[in-house]
């Protein structure tokens, strides 16, 4: 069991600093409610992007790749 979850932990942590290298950090949805009366709600969405150093994404691609081998070794 352990040895599924650092190999799953490792795996998010690789696939979110490749896409931070990418597309120069991580995109996510932002909605805001504008108007609410009653059973009406007027909402806009916008699609926003956390900025994150090329530096911070790379200790994050190592350390995933750490996760991935620690949890291949806990197998043995």
């Known amino acids: 069991m352990r040895r599924t979850v650092l190999i799953v932990i490792g795996l ?20 805001d409610t504008l108007v609410h009366i009653g059973d009406v709600k007027v909402s806009a969405s916008s699609n926003k992007k956390f900025s994150v150093p090329p530096l911070v994404s790379g200790l994050v691609l190592v350390a995933g ?3 991935i081998v620690a949890g291949a070794r806990t197998g043995r």
Not at 12 to 31: C, E, N, Q, T
């Open 65 to 67: 790749v750490g996760f």
């Open 12 to 31: 998010v942590l690789v696939i979110a600093a490749a896409v931070a290298f990418a597309r120069g950090g991580l995109p996510y949805r932002d909605s």
